[in-house]
């Protein structure tokens, strides 16, 4: 399923899908690079024993075989630049309303960022949330990723609260952010 890009922008050749089990793989990738990108401050070892248990094949199968889980691929000129995961997970103390969704990723390639493409699949993500009909979708981002926080805040994010967030043996802090969803 091919999911239009924003309208407005130029954005040529850039296309959003909903990923598949068969994607599971370029999944699994394309989250380990991307994870990686986001994270260099990080100490290798933790940063290898999170990916190695939370970006393989058979997780991604996993999150993909979960009822209203979503994966959303990006495409621009034919090549694979990023991706959004949707996970009707349990949010951490109770900060969420019953019916929410988790955006428990949403990664592009660094060489990628500053073009607006997060915006494509953003919208993405919200109009396929909607078209689900949850209520609300949350998700979590490093205290100290202020480019993040700005993004999510631009879209109509809020805080909520703060939670744990666990890289190997690293415990960082996460802002818990949500956004309420007006079905229309």
Known sequence: MIINTVPNMDLSESVVRLGTREDASLLADL?????????????????????????????????????????????????????????????????????????????????????RLGDVLMARCLEHVRHSGFGSIWLTVWENNRRAIRFYERWGFRRAGVCDFVVGREIQKDFLLLKDIHLA
């Open 31 to 115: 989250g380990t690079r991307t994870f990686r990108e986001s994270s260099p401050n990080t100490l290798r070892e933790d940063l290898d024993s999170y990916l190695k248990e939370n970006f393989t094949c058979e997780k991604l199968l996993a999150y993909l075989s979960v009822k209203s889980a979503a994966a959303l691929i990006l495409e621009k000129s034919g090549r694979t630049i990023g991706y959004a995961l949707l996970y009707p997970g349990q949010a951490p103390d109770r900060l969420v309303p019953p019916h929410s969704i988790q955006l428990e990723r949403l990664y592009i390639l660094e060489e990628w960022i500053g073009r």
